[in-house]
């Protein structure tokens, strides 16, 4: 055993290098592809690539998975260092995916009891190191994924959120004192929860929230521009100093009216008798968002549906298993055959009037590209004729919304092939481990073949722009008639079930698109 320890300690070193190595070099392959701008600043570079390169070597006291952590921050590190915009916002997010992919999957497997990030529920009260682990892995990477949306910047197709009504509104500079207060009862609400549990509903809730609002930062083009004023006191000052350190963006869901309503909870239950005074100080934030022009009434509603949402989630859940769980076995033929469905028209809107191309190549492209587009969708709809995991259906949205966006960004289309591909394989491959263990399995190492294959998609291959959409009536014949012949053929039997063929389990959707 003591020889074998150091070829092993030599094997994982040369198998960091080489990865290391093949990213450095998609992210070189893919450097005329990304257009949002590239952020360079050597020193803070390299203070994120020392930080990620401590936790991966001796953070298992504090962070839970200190190595795939250190990865994902020393990745990011290396890119700002570099300046390279491909892999600060194409590998690095890969990567991040990845490691958490791994987490995921042999999280129930992993026999090592890993460092806890959230306080365990309990009526005693927290302790200085709950605090700590808040601010460390709630309020930390809340604020770097918020800088991070800023950096990315203003979409080319943004649509304003602020109504004509609220055009007309003056800005009062007084409710900026409201606003920005907000900040010190975030910031201080794991200082005075009184229990754990409390504590630890605030840091789940926050997450949730995160989960939900961040992707609909880069999802939903809807930014909320600024009345210009004069300040006049010393509160509008403070206000026009924020300002130039905000943007825009990142206002749909507004966090500001998240974080003031999970706060104000915080309070209501560390003195009950107030509680109405911290829930109305809550409505007051809302409030000076519209009246400081920080934020539209649109995002106000968005923020307060957003925590409504993740508040109510369980029972929602458990509405929605009871709804979907005994329709499963009489439906199966009917969701394959809306999958089907929604799969082949999706694509086909896609490829909209351009379908017809005169190149080859780039109508291969275009019916790849396409066809990825309606896949994942067509495999999140096909899950609910049988028993999936909730994450895989979730999952599939997902990359669906995040593919349509692309498109509508007219981005490469081998960059959406590539995508689906990476992001499908990363899904499956939770999926797979979790079901079958972390034993090498075949639908695994097709995950990881997946992963690599869209890899080598986007560095190598070369397209053009993803054309507009198109909505056209004539599309839904040839989407009907497979959705029918799906619906059929999953719901295909016949009464002699020891003859070959005799009994069809089902037709997967999904795998009429592109098998993952």
């Not at 990745?75 to 990567?95: K, R, T």
């Not at 969708?377 to 949205?397: E, F, H, K, Q, T």
């Not at 481990?433 to 190598?460: D, E």
Request: net charge positive.
């Amino acid at each position: 055993m003591a020889m074998k320890r150091p070829y092993s300690a030599v094997y994982r070193a040369l198998s960091a290098a080489a990865l290391c190595v093949a990213l450095m070099v998609w992210a070189r392959a893919t450097a005329d592809l990304v257009r949002i701008p590239a952020v360079h600043a050597p020193w803070f570079g390299l203070v994120l690539l020392l930080a990620g390169l401590t936790i991966g070597l001796a953070g298992a006291r504090l962070f839970p998975h200190p190595v795939y952590t250190g990865s994902c921050i020393s990745c990011a590190g290396v890119s700002i260092a570099v300046g390279s915009a491909s892999g600060l916002w194409l590998v690095s997010p890969i990567v991040a995916l990845s490691c958490t992919a791994l987490v995921l999957g042999q999280g129930r497997h992993n026999q090592r009891t890993p460092a806890r990030v959230l306080p365990q529920a309990g009526t005693s009260p927290p302790t200085g190191m709950d605090r700590l682990r808040f601010y460390l892995f709630v309020l930390l990477p809340w604020l770097a994924l918020y800088e991070v949306v800023l950096a990315i910047g203003i979409p080319p197709d943004a649509i304003s959120g602020v109504s004509r009504f609220e055009q007309r509104l003056p800005v009062l500079e007084w409710t900026q004192i409201v606003y920005a207060s907000t900040y010190f009862l975030t910031i201080f609400a794991p200082v005075f929860a009184k229990t754990r549990s409390d504590l630890r509903r605030y840091s789940m809730r926050a997450l949730w929230t995160m989960l939900v609002a961040y992707p609909a930062f880069l999802l939903i083009p809807l930014i909320a521009p600024k009345r210009p004023f004069t300040p006049q006191t010393i509160p509008g000052h403070l206000l026009l100093w924020e300002r130039t350190l905000d943007s825009p963006v990142a206002a749909f869901p507004s966090f500001h009216v998240i974080w003031a309503m999970l706060a104000a909870e915080v309070f209501a239950r560390r003195w009950p008798r107030l509680k109405g005074l911290f829930y109305g100080w809550a409505i007051l934030v809302a409030v000076s968002c519209v009246t400081t022009s920080q934020h539209s009434i649109l995002d106000v509603l968005g923020g307060a549906a957003t925590v409504a949402l993740v508040a109510r989630a369980p029972r929602i859940g458990t509405a929605a298993r009871r709804a979907i769980g005994p329709a499963q076995v009489m439906s199966r033929g009917f969701y394959a055959g809306v999958a089907a469905f929604l799969g082949l028209w999706l694509a086909e809107t896609m490829a909209g009037a351009s379908a017809q191309t005169n190149t080859l190549v780039a109508g291969t492209w275009l019916i790849v590209a396409a066809l990825s587009a309606g896949a994942p969708l067509a495999r999140a709809v096909d899950s609910l004729r049988y028993p999936a995991p909730i994450y895989s259906m979730c999952w599939n949205g997902a990359i669906t919304l995040i593919l349509a966006r692309l498109w509508l960004l007219a981005a490469p289309l081998h960059i959406i092939a590539g995508l689906y591909f990476i992001l499908a394989g990363i899904g499956r491959f939770v999926e797979e481990t979790r079901r079958n263990g972390p034993r090498p399995r075949p639908h695994r190492w097709i995950s990881i073949a997946s992963v690599l294959a869209g890899a080598s998609i986007t560095a190598l291959a070369r397209s053009a722009p993803a054309p507009a959409p198109h909505l056209a009536w004539t599309t839904l014949l040839p989407a009907v008639l497979l959705g029918a012949a799906v619906a059929i053929a999953a719901r295909a039997d016949f009464p002699k079930p020891n003859r070959r063929f005799a009994r069809i389990p089902g037709v997967t959707a999904g795998d009429i698109f592109i098998s993952e």
